[in-house]
């Protein structure tokens, strides 16, 4: 991912980029807060509160998200909860459910949002629907802070994925070749 300031820079990320595929996205950038938000659920799925990354480099790149020290000038800020209005947070909740319903998630994932700081628009980022899981994971931390222990969440994905086992037992396949 190259980030580019000017006509030179968008060269060279262009020509960066088509040395790893022959299909490359190019998208606005933005001035965005980046918030996270853990989603739990089959049928009924809930929001935790919602995350901020402030990353102190750039951008929030594989740097500052794996290889960073902590502490360090490329290390990120997680700020749990993200300190904003009780409105948006709740929009924002509303909307991670909505994105994860829409693409018909189970068990957990976590819905990665852009909030424009100049006009207050939302813009899903990513659904990373097998996020993280490390003591430094963001998934996890959503859930604590929401009320759920380590211990309870994983009580609660593993009844979660014997329910939705028990749904797709019942289901009749066929193959033809």
Not at 12 to 29: C, K, N, S
Not at 40 to 66: M, W
């Amino acid at each position: 991912i190259s980030k580019c300031d000017d006509r030179d820079s968008l060269r060279a990320g262009l020509a960066e980029a088509t040395r790893y595929d022959r299909r490359i996205i190019v998208e606005q950038g933005i001035p965005a807060r980046e918030l996270e938000i853990a989603v739990l659920g089959n049928e009924e799925p809930i929001a935790s509160v919602v995350g901020e990354i402030r990353p102190r480099r750039t951008f929030y790149d594989y740097v500052a998200k794996y290889l960073a020290e902590p502490d360090s000038d490329e290390d990120s800020e997680l700020i749990i909860p993200a300190q904003c209005a009780p409105e948006l947070a709740e929009r924002v909740r509303a909307l991670a459910v909505r994105a994860y319903r829409a693409i018909d998630c189970a068990g957990l994932g976590r819905v990665d949002l852009l909030l424009d700081r100049d006009n207050g628009g939302l813009y899903l980022n990513e659904i990373n629907t097998i996020p993280g899981f490390t003591s430094i994971s963001m998934y996890p931390k959503l859930w604590e802070a929401t009320g759920v222990s380590y211990a309870e969440l994983l009580d609660r994905l593993i009844g979660l994925a014997l329910e939705r086992h028990e749904e797709t037992i019942s289901l009749e396949r066929s193959f033809s070749a």
